[in-house]
């Protein structure tokens, strides 16, 4: 069989990949959930929601810590429009676009090779959106088939890039952080990864980097 080589870093001892999934495997655009809110009336909602910096509304939403509902009815507090949970939820899965086919093909090599996992700060509203996209893209339920588990922060109970995070996933699994690749699109996250001792890559997205640029065949 032939070798699937992470080509930034040759040389490493790898055994275990843990993925990102929005940006990295899941193609997303938060200006667009930044714009449909604006469209709902939230004109400094780019202000309330960012990728690196969040209020603790939408924390508490990945973090399991309120229900969707909850998150509908605290959304609302912040305005005086008139506006549905329907609005809510269309404008809050905005940001979620496709599965690139081939990166999932690609997911599925690299899992005939290494240890991998799945680590998400993500959230009940938008998991139902994008298990529907990834059955009408490849025709299956979730992603469960491309990785060995997969570990969302409103599940666990805990979010990246908090060091412990990491360390769950490791003790989780028995993994040691030095045989461990962590793949992810926020620079705070790899660093977050970093100081729980794992090895980490900052995917450069916004460059029009993706992770079939970095695997090849050897």
Known sequence: MQQLLFTPLKGLQIRNIIFDLGGVILNIDYHLTINAFKDLGFQSFDQT????????LFDNLDTG??????????????????ITDEQIDH?????????????????AEVKK?????????TNQIH???????????????????FFEREYYSHEIHRRKPHPSTFEFVLEQNGLKPEETLFIDDT????????????????????????????????
């Open 127 to 145: 998991i139902d959106v994008y298990n529907q996209i990834l059955k009408n893209t490849f025709g299956v339920d979730n992603l469960s088939p």
């Open 65 to 82: 810590t309120i229900t969707p509902q909850q998150f509908r009815d605290g959304v609302k507090s912040l305005t005086s429009a008139p």
């Open 91 to 107: 404008a809050w899965n905005a940001m979620l676009l496709d599965f690139p086919v081939h990166r999932l093909e690609l997911l």
């Open 113 to 121: 090779r290494y240890r991998t996992f799945l680590l998400s700060n």
């Open 187 to 218: 620079l705070q996250h790899v660093e977050g990864a970093r100081k729980a001792g794992l090895h980490a890559y900052h995917l450069k997205v916004t460059e029009g980097e993706s992770i079939e640029q970095l695997f090849c065949l050897a």
């Open 49 to 56: 929601f960012t990728q690196a910096a969040q209020v603790d």
